[in-house]
Nanobody, 126 residues
Framework: QVQLVESGGGLVQAGGSLRLSCAAS????????MGWFRQAPGKEREFVAA????????YYADSVKGRFTISRDNAKNTLYLQMNSLKPEDTAVYIC???????????????????WGQGTLVTVSS
């Protein structure tokens, strides 16, 4: 199994941008469907975006579609989330996840994925 470490979170004003990274250990990163989830204070964890192992397929939650872009570099074992036009309601801990069993279109429906990172905090001020 891979291990995941997120970075890139921070404080940003509404309308600003941030780029999150998720570094994976291990040599099997390219075989995993990868995704981003987030959890705001007092709320349940929610799906943000997912990407296929081949990088061709991507899927987004409606709340971030058109503002966020998920990508991956299999040579660098790294997953990314480019977040533009940030809103205060995007404030949350962002967590990356990996699973070899699920398709990128279905990742949003799974609570128990193979591997989870620890998360990185994104705070958007109004």
């Amino acid at each position: 199994q891979v291990q995941l470490v997120e970075s890139g979170g921070g404080l940003v004003q509404a309308g600003g941008s941030l780029r999150l990274s998720c570094a994976a250990s291990g040599r099997t990163f390219s075989s995993y469907t990868m995704g981003w989830f987030r959890q705001a204070p007092g709320k349940e964890r929610e799906f943000v975006a997912a990407i296929s192992w081949s990088r061709i397929g991507t899927y987004y939650a409606d709340s971030v579609k058109g503002r966020f872009t998920i990508s991956r570099d299999n040579a660098k074992n790294t997953l990314y989330l480019q977040m533009n036009s940030l809103k205060p309601e995007d404030t949350a801990v962002y967590i990356c996840a990996a699973d070899r069993r699920v398709d990128y279109k279905n990742m949003k429906s799974y609570k128990s994925l193979e591997v989870w990172g620890q998360g990185t905090l994104v705070t958007v001020s109004s």
